[in-house]
């Protein structure tokens, strides 16, 4: 059983250990989602002007992702660098079909661009947003490693940097109460979770630049869909809810033609904390406007959707 949380303590302590352990400039790698926008909200409380926001763009994110990042540190009073390394992380995946390696060359060349970045600052410091389950679901000692997350098992074993994860030993309900406490909007500190290799575990295969396109309009149709039947009473929000592009293709039609494209799988589960989750039971009215719209909008690519109702376990929250 997990302890009581005193949010309060909890942040008057962090703060007073991250301006102890962080002795020069730090950069943080933020993404826009809670975990990291918590910690760079509270690593910018200890440490003011020394502490460097970046946002990397890797080509693997949600249909207007970095207007949103520009958006919210802004309202932050923060200032965020925004760095464009898509083709450099589309030149790596070239051909990677493999999950894990997936992950792992996403971590280090994360940390790479990061590396570079940080040489302008001098900064000798990375924080970052990690909590409980990505160490746990990475996998150290007697823990079987089911999935390596970029900021944990993806990183390099040489890298410029002395970590600083002050989310460390949280999960995600904690975190949400840090980001309450924090003054965060409870859009930002109540938005969904996202895998921080971004859409590169959502296409199940190779991971084109190509693909990335079907899927960011694919998720945004799939989310847009839900956030409006939860806001009309149809169903409750769930705690996570996106879609994934499946590498097969199979037959359809198109007016009175033979198509032949593919699958887009949906996924939406409840969770506390993302350790197990259970599937959500999403209206099929609800469900019926989402493929529709996928499979008119992408019409040229999409002939069949799918919904998953699988929980967790067996099957992880994220298909990879």
Not at 8 to 21: N, Q, Y
Not at 91 to 110: C, H, N, Q, W, Y
Not at 159 to 166: A, M, N, Q, W
Request: charged share 30%; net charge neutral; glycine share 10%.
């Amino acid at each position: 059983m997990r302890k009581l949380f005193d949010v309060k303590k909890w942040i008057a302590e962090e703060e007073d250990w991250i301006r102890g352990a962080v002795t020069g400039e730090a950069v943080i790698a933020t993404s826009g989602g809670v975990d990291s926008t918590v910690a760079a909200v509270l690593a910018h409380k200890a440490l003011g002007r020394k502490l460097h926001c970046i946002y990397v763009n890797t080509g693997y994110m949600r249909k207007g992702e970095d207007e949103h990042v520009r958006e919210l540190f802004k309202g932050l009073e923060m200032e965020v660098e925004v760095v464009d390394a898509g083709k450099r992380f589309y030149d790596a995946l070239k051909g990677v079909t493999d999950p894990e390696e997936k992950r792992k060359i996403i971590g280090e060349l994360f940390i790479r661009v990061f590396e570079e970045r940080a040489k302008q600052t001098g900064a000798k410091f990375l924080v970052q947003g990690t909590i409980a389950p990505d160490w746990i679901e990475s996998g150290a000692g007697i823990r079987d490693n089911i999935k390596s997350h970029h900021n944990v098992g993806g990183l390099p074993e040489k890298h410029g940097f002395k970590l600083i994860e002050p989310l460390r030993e949280l999960y995600k309900d904690e975190v949400r109460k840090v980001g309450k406490e924090l003054g965060i909007a409870e859009e930002v500190y109540n938005r969904q979770p996202f895998p921080g290799p971004g859409l590169a575990v959502r296409i199940m295969g190779e991971a084109t630049p190509d693909k990335v396109k079907i899927l960011q309009e694919a998720v945004h149709i799939a989310e847009e869909e839900i956030e409006r039947a939860a806001r009309r009473g149809e169903c409750e929000i769930p705690w996570q809810y996106f879609a994934v592009l499946l590498p097969t293709k199979t037959v359809g039609v198109l007016g009175d033609k033979r198509a032949y494209g593919y699958t887009i799988g949906v996924r939406a589960v409840q969770s506390i904390d993302g350790m197990t989750a259970k599937y959500s039971e999403i209206p099929h009215s609800v469900l019926a406007r989402i493929s529709n719209r996928i499979t008119r909008e992408l019409k040229d690519h999409v002939n069949r959707v799918v919904y998953d109702i699988t929980s967790k376990p067996p099957g992880t929250i994220e298909w990879e």
